[in-house]
């Protein structure tokens, strides 16, 4: 994993209030699939919700523009990052 994920996900993790082991994060392989991981672990949250947030974030971080993010946007292939 890149050092731009790994800021990424530290971010993730303080914007939620939980750690995404490494072994979890490898398995998510889609924004949408860190979404589902997101509201599993906070159940009050709001699946649309969250996906706003992720993608505020990935804007944020990396300067792909929201509308270009979806929830089958895969980290690599579709994203460019890793």
Not at 4 to 33: A, N
Not at 51 to 72: A, G, K, W
């Amino acid at each position: 994993m890149s050092l731009d994920m790994t800021e990424f996900i530290m971010r993730v993790e303080e914007t939620y209030g939980f750690e995404i082991p490494i072994e979890d994060y490898e398995s998510l392989k889609t924004v949408g699939l860190l979404c589902e991981y997101i509201q599993k672990r906070s159940p009050r949250s709001d699946g649309s919700v969250i996906l706003d947030t992720v993608r505020q974030m990935i804007y944020e971080n990396f300067h792909i523009p929201r509308d270009e993010i979806s929830p089958e946007s895969r980290w690599i292939e579709d994203l460019g990052l890793g």
